[in-house]
């Protein structure tokens, strides 16, 4: 029975050997079918596992925010229909988490197919370890409403589980607007609540830093605007 690789790549511009086992190379290699978010940044990373990887040779299906999901499982069909074993690819990180691979992953579920996720570098995983916060329950929230009233709600609904459940909260913004996101927590949230902040995370310029509100109202973190951020939220 073919099987379906959940491959990670890198989170920043680290080395690849800094961050993935040599293993997932020896299975990258072997397969010959790929669904991936971006074709040419799939190149270009299967390149740096192995430059004798011959590119040429692969086949690559397009899956991100404008695929129908009436296409989906037409992906699948060189494993379903040809027994060919595939990967796929994210942009960055861990395929299937806060990605469109998870679509490709519950159809593949449902026709019993043998799912292998790769061990690789999740930023969710990452912050929270870094955070100092509760690591037994927390939770992904993506991203939180653009529009101003509703995300001060959000905001507050979040800050009232981590007290009321005891449970990290965790969230993402388009980096352009981390500022924003960033200086409307410290008008909504209360002071004692805690606030890490996961730059860049696995680069050399990687930043975790945990802070009260209160704390974080003296210090603005201008590194974040445009960069890659986690935000955890945590009872004081």
């Not at 390149?47 to 692969?58: S, W």
């Not at 990605?99 to 992953?105: K, R």
């Not at 653009?146 to 589980?161: A, D, V």
């Not at 680069?203 to 201008?222: G, K």
């Amino acid at each position: 029975m073919a099987k379906l690789f959940l491959i990670p790549t890198v989170l920043s511009d680290a080395p690849l050997n800094n961050v993935l086992p040599s293993g997932n190379t020896d299975i990258i290699k072997q397969l010959r079918y790929f669904i991936v978010e971006n074709i040419r940044t799939a190149r270009r990373f299967l390149k740096q596992v192995d430059k004798t990887i011959n590119i040429d040779e692969l086949t690559f299906f397009e899956l991100n925010q404008h695929t129908p999901a009436t296409e989906v499982e037409k992906l699948l069909q060189p494993l379903l229909n040809q027994n060919h074993d595939m990967g796929i690819i994210s942009e960055a990180g861990c395929p299937a988490v806060a990605d469109p691979g998870a679509d490709v992953v519950a159809i593949a579920q449902r026709h019993h197919v043998t799912i292998v996720p790769l061990v690789g570098p999740s930023s969710i995983l990452l912050s929270v370890m870094g955070s100092g916060f509760n690591g037994q329950s927390f939770a992904f929230n993506g991203y939180l409403p653009i529009e101003h009233t509703e995300r001060q709600k959000r905001l507050k609904t979040l800050e009232r589980r981590a007290y009321t459940e005891d449970q990290t909260q965790i969230f993402i913004e388009t980096p352009y607007r981390n500022l924003q996101l960033f200086q409307e927590m410290c008008t909504t949230l209360q002071p004692n609540t805690r606030l890490c902040i996961a730059c860049n995370l696995t680069a050399e310029s990687q930043s975790i830093v945990t802070r009260t509100i209160a704390q974080w109202r003296q210090q603005t973190p201008e590194t974040i605007h445009k960069i890659p951020t986690i935000f955890l939220i945590y009872k004081a």
